[in-house]
């Protein structure tokens, strides 16, 4: 087939099925990503290839998937930067700050203990042959303390807590979170000698990113920007201009191991925080990201499951990983709310949240599998977990969230 013909077929595809999903998740009070989520591992050999195998290979030819790889990052990287444009400081910016430390460090630490503790039960039997234990183990680790920046973000603004106080939290947490996830993971990959200087090149190049996109960027950025503040429109000139600042710095972090998604979020905390720009460029481009090309992703990482681990003791490893990954978000993040000094209520909001792990995690766990650090089994179970947390989300969200006028220590903030 046509390659070209090819790729437009697998969009198709993708998206009719992400359409379909989404419509049937939302019936059951899920936001649209989740059905998104369970429409990618639907389109792989769990689903697809295992009712129509002639179908699915010739629908999702090996040889076409790299330039889905290429479609499915583009997107989330677009989807980022509104995420960073949007941004706004909290009231109370130190203390929100401590707060988020507390929570991004405990969702982390504690996480992260429980992944070391449950990687002796399975190390023998999924790790592949020739990785260390430790690699192993680490990365298992790091898998169980992401939180997925963007899903999160998207149950936000479905749910309308995008400017609550435990959704700011939350979403402030998540990309300090994230972004020491990162960090930890270009080590992990540099032990095993697949990136050699990773860790030191994540971390300078980071450093370096960071001042460039603020020190020199941001006035830049503002001066250009300076004469559309009181208007509706964005010129294409002022357009291009972003999109140019948006891939550069996508693909620098992508080039230094980071991501291109944290350069793309970065490049958006940048730009001016005004409200009339933001909302053009969300009009732009939210459409594009979010309806189009951020199911690609997900429909990516389902290519890569497979089915016959959920048989035997893989279920036991499944439900080890599961209660591992629970367990250390939820405790880990509200008891770093609790110290913050946010209620109960809201603590355990902030954990729910946080345990979401969608994106991120898919795009974690597929940097390992092609790494080498997990094998096929490994990668299903812990897209598994992936589904399972995030679907969680929005029952915790109705859980801990609902009837919040109760008490008056329930509005936000101790006082």
């Known amino acids: 087939m046509n390659p070209t013909l090819q790729v437009l077929l697998q969009l198709v595809v993708i998206l009719v099925a992400a359409r379909l999903c989404g419509a049937v998740l939302l019936r059951f009070g899920q936001p649209p990503v989740i059905g998104e989520m369970v429409a990618g591992l639907l389109l792989g050999p769990i689903a697809f290839g295992a009712w129509l195998p002639e ?64 990687a002796p039960f399975l190390y023998p039997e999924f790790a592949p042959a020739g990785v260390g234990f430790w690699p192993f183990a680490l990365f298992l680790a790091i898998t169980m303390s992401v939180t997925a920046v963007p899903v ?46 990773g860790a030191l090149l994540a971390v300078g190049g980071g450093a370096l990113m960071v001042a460039v996109v603020f020190v020199l960027l941001k006035p830049l950025f503002a ?42 979020f970065l490049f958006g905390v940048a730009l001016p925080r005004n409200d009339r720009l933001l909302h053009a460029l969300a ?47 939820l405790a880990g993040c509200a008891i770093g709310a609790r110290l913050g000094g946010y209620s109960w209520r809201d603590s355990l909001t902030v954990g729910s949240l946080m345990n979401a792990r969608g994106l991120m995690e898919l795009v974690v766990i597929k940097i390992g599998l092609d790494a080498g650090l997990i094998g096929p089994e490994l990668f299903t179970l ?3 977990m992936t589904l399972v947390t995030t679907l969680m989300a929005s029952p915790l969200l109705s859980l801990f969230h609902a009837r919040r006028n109760d008490a008056v220590a329930d509005s936000g903030r101790i006082v």
Do not use: Y
């Open 382 to 384: 812990l897209f598994g």
């Open 223 to 264: 001066r250009l920007l300076m004469s559309r503040e009181d208007s509706d429109e964005l010129p294409a000139p002022a357009f291009a201009w972003i999109m140019i600042g948006v891939l550069a710095c996508a693909g620098f972090a992508e080039w230094i191991g980071l991501h291109a998604i944290f350069g793309a």
């Open 283 to 329: 009009r732009r481009i939210e459409p594009v990201a979010i309806v189009l090309l951020m199911p690609v992703l997900f429909a990516l990482a389902g290519q890569n499951a497979t089915p016959a681990v959920f048989a035997g003791a893989g279920i036991g490893a499944f439900a080890l990983v599961l209660l591992a990954a629970i367990v250390g978000k």
């Open 152 to 197: 999160l973000a998207r149950i936000l603004k479905d749910q309308g807590l995008a400017q609550t106080a435990p959704g700011r939290l939350a979403l402030g947490a998540a990309v300090i979170n994230d972004a020491c996830a990162w960090i930890l993971l270009a080590m992990v990959l540099a032990m095993v000698g697949r990136q050699e200087g």
């Open 55 to 118: 179908l699915h290979a010739t629908v999702f030819e090996t040889s076409t998937l790299p330039v889905l790889s290429g479609l499915a990052t583009l997107g989330v990287s677009l989807f980022m930067f509104i995420v960073g444009a949007e941004l706004r400081a909290p009231e109370g910016t130190r203390a929100q700050l401590r707060s988020a430390g507390l929570v991004g460090s405990l969702g982390m630490v504690v996480p992260m203990a429980l992944g070391l503790s449950i």
